[in-house]
């Protein structure tokens, strides 16, 4: 099993920052890609930005220029730096991965628990 530990959301005001990290532990071989999903209130859960073993890079439209991922490979560990936050990204924000099992080798898609990230005045 592989889990995910979140951390780093919280209450800012619109324009702030915040910066979201998760960390992958268990059975891991590898991890393909990690990215940040986030779910509002009465919407689908939509993604934000994803990042694989290489680097590629993709952002939800609403998010580029402001938000930032990034991940350290040798912590299994990803990060979401999230600036000029407005009040429309308010959302619990999850934590995603995918790669492989190392006790079967077999593939894994894993989430996290959720943090809350809150943009008000």
């Known amino acids: 099993q592989v889990q995910l530990v979140e951390s780093g959301g919280g209450l800012v005001q619109p324009g702030g920052s915040l910066r979201l990290s998760c960390a992958a532990s268990?059975?891991?071989?590898?991890?393909?890609?990690m990215g940040w999903y986030r779910q509002a209130p009465g919407k689908q859960r939509e993604l934000v930005a994803t990042i694989t073993s290489d680097g590629r890079i993709n952002y939800a439209d609403s998010v580029k220029g402001r938000f930032t991922i990034s991940r350290d490979n040798a912590k299994n560990t990803v990060y979401l730096q999230m600036n000029s936050l407005k009040p429309d990204d308010t959302a619990v924000y999850y934590c995603?991965?995918?790669?492989?099992?190392?006790?079967?080798?077999?593939?894994?898609?894993?989430w996290g628990q959720g943090t809350q990230v809150s943009v008000s005045s």
């Open positions: 268990g059975s891991i071989f590898s991890i393909q890609a």
């Open positions: 995603n991965a995918v790669g492989a099992s190392a006790n079967d080798y077999l593939p894994f898609r894993s």
